[in-house]
C-alpha cells in the first residue's frame, strides 16, 4: 500500500504542524487543502495562502504557480483531506461506534453512551446532540473531518474507552469519515428524506451503505434493521459487496423484538439472541425509543457486555432530548412534548405513539425547514391530518426561502389544520387550546436554540417557549 500523504511529506523532512481547509486559519506550515465546494473554490485563495508558506496544498486543479512549497494534485481532495486529519490527529480508542440511518440515529447513540457509561465504560458522543467538549463547537449531525479528528484525539487523551457518532448521508457522501474504521456499525432504518440532496432515492441508500463499505474494521460487526422497507434493495447491495451483517428488528433477526405487555405507562419487551430470551422493562418510554434503546444494547452486546446485565439498565433510561421530550403538564393534565422529526416516517411514528399515550386529543404544531428536501412537505401534511385530531402549520427554519411558499407545500385543505407563521405564536394558541388529558406534539425544528430566518439566526427554543404558556 502507498504511504499516506502526510507520510510522504514527513519522509521529505517537511514539518506539518496543521491541516485546514479554511483559507483564513492557514498558518506557517500548515498543509491547505482546497476544496472546490458548491457554495467557494478554495483553489481562489492558493496565491494569497503560498504567501503564509504553508507546508503544501493540496487541490486537484491543475496550476501554474512558481513556487517551492509543494502543491501536490490529488483526484479527491476531501477525502485526502479525511485521511490526513485522522493520521495528524492520532487515537487508540477501544470501542468506535458509528450509527448511520434516517430517523433514530441521534437515540441509539445517546443510549449506547448511557449504557456504557453506567457499565462503567467511559464514553464520548459526537452528534446532534453535541460532543463531551465545549471547546470544539460542531452544527453538523456529522462534524467536518478536522473537528471529528480532534475530538476522538481529546476523547482519548481523557481516558474515554469508547465513542458514539452519528454518521449522516451528506458527511458519507463527502468523505468525512473516510479513513476512519469503526469496531461497530448500524443501521437503523432507510426512509424518505435528503432526496433535494442525493436527487433520488438510490443515490441516498448507496450513501448510507457507504459506511459499510468504506469504514468498517476488517474484524468488525455490522448490525441492520430488517423492518425498514427497503431492507430487500439493502440486502441486495451489501451482499453484492461481500458485506456480512447481523439483522435487528421485530421479524426473524439475529437480534429479534417482541412485545411481551404493554400498558400506557410501563411496556416490556423480549430481545432474543443466540435461542435466548432476555426481558426488558420500560416507564413512559415511547415504543419507537425502546426500539433504538434495544438496537443500542444490541450494539453493546457486541463489544463483550451481557444482556442480562444491560437489561438491568432499561427501567431508568433517560429521554433523549428533543425526541419525545416532556415540555409540561397543564393543570388539566394535558401534556407537551417536543420531539424534533422532521421526516415523514419520523412524524407518523410519533403522532402514532402520542395518539395512545392519552385520553384526550392530540394536536400538533410543526413546520419544514427552508432550502431542504421540498418532496415531503405535502407527505408530512397528509401524516398529520390523518393521525391528529388537530394541526397548527407553523415556520421551521425558512432559510433563504419563503416562508409562506414552505406553508403552502404542506398545508392540504382540511378543517383540521390552521395556519400560524409566527412560530410563537402558534405554540401559544396550541398550549392554551389544549383541554383535559390532551396531548400537543411541537415537531420539526430539530435541536438548535435558533430560528434560521433570511441569514439570520434568531434566539428561540421550543421547550423554553413551550413552558412559558403551561
Known sequence: MAPDLLSRLQAKQIVVEGITINSRNVKKNY???AIEGSN???????????????????????????????IIIVKDVRREYALTAYRFYKHKIDNKIAVTGTNGKT?????VQFILNKLNNKCGIIGTLGNNYKGIKTNLTTPDSLHI??????????????????????????????????????????????IDY??????????????????AKSNGINIISNDTQYYTNI???????????LTFGYKQADFQIKVISHSKSRVEMQLKHKS???????????????????LAASIVSKIGYKLNNIKSLSLNVPSVPGRMELAGIKKNKARIYIDFAHTPDALKNVLKEASQMGKGKLHVVFGCGGDRDRHKRPLMG?????????????????????PEIIRRQIINRSLKMIEISDRRKAIKYAINNLLANDILIIAGKGHEKYQIIKGKSLPFDDVKISKRYV
Do not use: C, W
Not at 473554490?41 to 517551492?68: E, F, H, M, Q, R
Not at 442525493?198 to 469504514?215: D, E, G, P, V
Not at 397528509?382 to 419563503?402: C, F, G, H, Q, W
Open 198 to 215: 442525493h436527487k433520488n432515492l438510490s443515490n441516498y441508500i448507496n450513501a448510507k451503505l457507504k459506511l459499510f463499505t468504506q469504514n
Open 149 to 194: 479528528a480532534q475530538l476522538l484525539q481529546k476523547f482519548y487523551k481523557n481516558n474515554y474507552n469508547s465513542v458514539a457518532m452519528e454518521a449522516s448521508s451528506h458527511a458519507l457522501d463527502q468523505g468525512r469519515l473516510y479513513g476512519l474504521n469503526f469496531d461497530i456499525l448500524a443501521l437503523t432504518n432507510i426512509t424518505h428524506d435528503h
Open 276 to 294: 435466548k430470551k432476555y426481558i426488558f422493562k420500560f416507564n413512559n418510554l415511547p415504543k419507537f425509543q425502546i426500539t433504538n434503546f434495544l
Open 235 to 245: 440486502k441486495k447491495k451489501l451482499k453484492l459487496r461481500n458485506i456480512k451483517y
Open 107 to 111: 437515540s441509539v447513540a445517546f443510549f
Open 40 to 70: 467557494n473554490d478554495g483553489n481562489k485563495y492558493i496565491k494569497d495562502i503560498l504567501k503564509k508558506k504553508p507546508s503544501a496544498i493540496i487541490t486537484s486543479k491543475k496550476n501554474t504557480y512558481s513556487t517551492n512549497i509543494p
Open 31 to 33: 498543509i491547505f487543502f
Open 382 to 402: 397528509k401524516i398529520a391530518i390523518k393521525y391528529a385530531d388537530s394541526v397548527v402549520i407553523t415556520d421551521d427554519n425558512p432559510r433563504n426561502e419563503n
